[in-house]
């Protein structure tokens, strides 16, 4: 009975969740990054040049989403870099800024093709271990932003982003158990920017699914 249920097991091939990785923070590193580079994306599709010299006040109480405080960091810091000037009252404004978004988060999709754990007829207590023969993850960040800024007097429009919709990526496959090949707009961030390349199995909470295995 033992030998088929074993047969029976290598034979079969199905789909289902590779292994979640943990993180010693409530967020990994690479799901941030997933939101922060989508976001950096989508405003740098948005020209801030209209500001040019002004006085601006930034309203941002229309912005509700994870990550926010780096969206109006972020959003600051391309008014400055156009010349602007940040005030902290919308009365010493010559221009009002508003921010808005679509959405902020992420997404992920994990392929498993093998063998799951398959426990054996009562009243055995073995179970049959789980084979991974091919495991697949990609999660995204999506950012869809807006940017509306008017003349606080007449409220003349100065800035109408429309629609900025960014994405960034973090793909990673492995096949019988070798290294894992790693690949999207994150990694490439993160080697550029330190020569190194992400740790291979640094993906946890994506789209807000708690860790379960620690990550090596």
């Known amino acids: 009975m033992l030998r ?3 047969l029976l097991s290598t034979l079969l091939a199905c789909c289902g969740c590779a292994t979640t990785k943990s993180s ?3 967020r990994t590193g690479v799901e941030q990054l997933l939101i922060s580079s989508a976001t950096d994306q989508a405003l740098d599709k948005i020209s801030f040049e209209p ?3 002004a006085k601006v006040f930034v309203e941002t109480k229309y912005l509700d989403c994870v990550d926010k405080n780096y969206i109006i960091v972020a959003v600051h810091q391309r008014l400055m870099r156009a010349g602007a000037a940040l005030v902290d ?3 010493d404004a010559q221009v009002v800024c508003e921010l808005g978004e679509g959405a902020v988060g992420t997404d992920r999709q994990d392929f498993f093709v093998g063998i799951p754990q398959i426990p054996l007829p009562p009243p055995s207590p073995i179970s049959v271990p789980k084979l991974e023969l091919f495991t697949r993850t990609r999660a995204t960040g999506t950012a869809k932003l807006t940017v509306l800024a ?3 007097k007449t409220r003349a429009p100065v800035i109408d982003s429309g629609i ?3 994405r960034a990526d973090y793909r990673q496959w492995n096949l019988l158990g070798t290294s894992p090949v790693i690949s999207g707009r994150v990694p490439d961030e993160i080697a550029a920017a330190t020569g190194e390349r992400e740790s291979p199995v640094s993906i946890s909470t994506v789209a807000g ?3 379960t295995t620690t990550a090596r």
């Open 164 to 166: 900025a919709l960014a």
């Open 24 to 26: 010693d923070t409530a």
């Open 89 to 91: 009252k919308a009365e």
């Open 209 to 211: 699914r708690p860790a």
């Open 4 to 6: 088929r249920w074993m």
């Open 150 to 152: 008017y003349d606080a």
């Open 51 to 53: 500001v040019r010299g």
